[in-house]
């Protein structure tokens, strides 16, 4: 089955350094990659998503960014981290119709 | 662009007690809709799903219900314990490879 490696766990960074969250796909090709975003007490925010390498959609404006540099490989980043970054992202996969989800990361802007 | 809403945010229930959350979406093509929990820190977890062309599924405690000419499902659980205490999330989709909506999630708590 379809797993999803999500790194790191946890993250305290300070408001205007760089972000770079990474998730990997393992048990199957060319999923569909999605990033969330969960703010605490909050619903799950679609950032980005995409359904191929080099493919990015973005579905909220905001200082961050996505890259899909190989086909099981989706990446976060930001230049300058804000406070209102802070929250539980959620790397996602979709293959047909089944969604399966890395651990996720919970990031701390201080 | 589908959109899937969810009410109310929390629910409160005694245990034993029987749990319904709804959900509405507005998309008519989608013909996917599954359920998620997640517990306090860790990643959604699929718990039942149904397609569009059934009206009902079981799964022991859990059901879930679908009414197409309303757009709304619903999530049932019975007999409930507090490990059912979490963050439920519907979602909705319009086929294989497309884009999962969810909605925005419930807090239920089950009282001892």
């Known amino acids: 089955s379809q797993t999803i490696h999500q790194w790191p766990a946890t993250l305290v960074q300070p408001v205007g350094s760089p972000l770079s969250l990474e998730c990997t796909v393992e048990?199957?090709?060319?999923?569909?990659l999605y990033w969330y975003r969960q703010a605490a007490g909050r619903g799950l925010q679609l950032l980005f998503y995409?359904?191929?390498?080099?493919?990015i959609s973005s579905e909220v404006p905001q200082n961050l960014s996505a890259s899909r540099p190989q086909d099981r490989q989706f990446i976060l980043s930001s230049k300058k981290l804000l406070l209102s970054d802070s929250g539980f992202y959620l790397c996602?996969?979709?293959?047909?119709?089944?969604?399966?989800f890395g651990q996720g990361t919970r990031l701390t802007v201080v | 662009g589908e959109n899937v809403e969810q009410h109310p945010s929390t629910l409160s229930v005694q245990e034993g007690d029987s749990a319904v959350i709804k959900c509405t979406y507005s998309?008519?093509?989608?013909?996917?809709f599954p359920w998620y929990k997640q517990e306090l820190g860790k990643r959604p977890q699929l718990i039942i799903d149904?397609?569009?062309?059934?009206g009902e599924k079981k799964d022991q405690r859990i059901a879930v219900t679908l009414n197409k000419t309303a757009k709304h499902f619903s999530l049932h659980i019975t007999e409930t314990q507090p490990e059912d205490s979490a963050v439920y999330f519907c979602?909705?989709?319009?086929?294989?490879?497309?884009?999962?909506?969810f909605g925005k999630g419930i807090t239920l708590s089950v009282r001892p």
């Open positions: 995409s359904v191929g390498i080099g493919q």
């Open positions: 979602a909705a989709s319009t086929g294989a490879n497309s884009k999962l909506t």
């Open positions: 996602g996969g979709l293959v047909n119709t089944e969604a399966f």
């Open positions: 048990g199957t090709s060319n999923p569909n």
């Open positions: 149904i397609r569009s062309n059934v």
């Open positions: 998309d008519s093509a989608s013909n996917y």
